[in-house]
């Protein structure tokens, strides 16, 4: 990934992904939901995400269109990878004890997982 979003345009980056597109004053009322931030704040970043090539703009109206222009699974996997090698010295065992023995994972998302695992034992794709 070429130009690495930074957490400010990750969050915007998660509003854009779930909604498909949005205008600005959208992805700021999203935002607004877990913390106060600026109309303008948010309008400066997204332009600077479209220059970056983060997102997508539809100049076509008034009012523009934003999209990502980036897919959700590359950007996740590459941020995955990242954080396995320099935080779990390449272990992805490790980050997954971690991350289940946070005790924050539901009884669905445990049924998944093993589901995952037996899928994975099996030999399947």
């Avoid at 959208?26 to 090539?53: C, F, P, S």
């Avoid at 289940?100 to 399947?124: F, R, V």
Wanted: net charge neutral.
């Amino acid at each position: 990934m070429e130009n690495k979003p930074t957490a400010s345009e990750l969050e915007i980056l998660g509003v854009l992904w779930s909604k498909g597109a949005a205008t600005v004053r959208e992805v700021n009322e999203a935002l607004n939901q877990e913390r106060e931030i600026g109309y303008t704040t948010t309008l400066k970043l997204m332009q600077i995400m479209a220059q970056k090539g983060l997102v997508a703009r539809d100049e076509t109206s008034r009012t523009h269109i934003y999209k990502a222009a980036i897919d959700q699974d590359k950007v996740q996997a590459t941020l995955l990878n990242r954080l396995v090698d320099s935080a779990f010295s390449g272990s992805a065992s490790s980050l997954v004890m971690q991350a289940l023995g946070q005790g924050k994972t539901s009884k669905s998302e445990l049924e998944a997982i093993k589901k995952l695992i037996e899928k994975l034992e099996g030999g399947q794709p």
